[in-house]
């Protein structure tokens, strides 16, 4: 299993974290107060100059729940 290393590239406190990924891929964390306190947001997104290359990364890299589940307890 490979490391991912993020690299900040935009901090809005309150509001926003963009965190660009050696593999290529970006994610944005967003974060907004609700009712019962703060919703967080998270999105990826890739880029490939070869065709289809970003959608057979996203089928075998990643398992929503699963991934998010332990993304959260760590």
């Known amino acids: ?3 991912w290393v993020l690299t900040r590239e935009e901090y809005v406190p309150n ?3 963009v965190d660009h990924a050696n593999t ?3 994610w944005t964390s967003t974060f ?5 306190g ?5 999105a990826f997104g890739w880029s490939s ?5 970003g959608d057979v990364l996203d089928r075998v890299g990643w398992n929503g729940d699963q991934d998010l589940d332990l993304m959260l307890a760590t």
């Not at 907004?32 to 019962?36: F, N, S, Y």
């Not at 703060?38 to 998270?42: A, D, G, I, K, P």
């Not at 100059?49 to 290359?53: I, T």
């Open 24 to 26: 290529g891929g970006v």
């Open 38 to 42: 703060t919703t967080l947001s998270m």
């Open 49 to 53: 100059k070869v065709p289809l290359v």
């Open 1 to 3: 299993m490979s490391e």
């Open 32 to 36: 907004e107060p609700d009712e019962t």
């Open 15 to 17: 509001e926003r974290i």
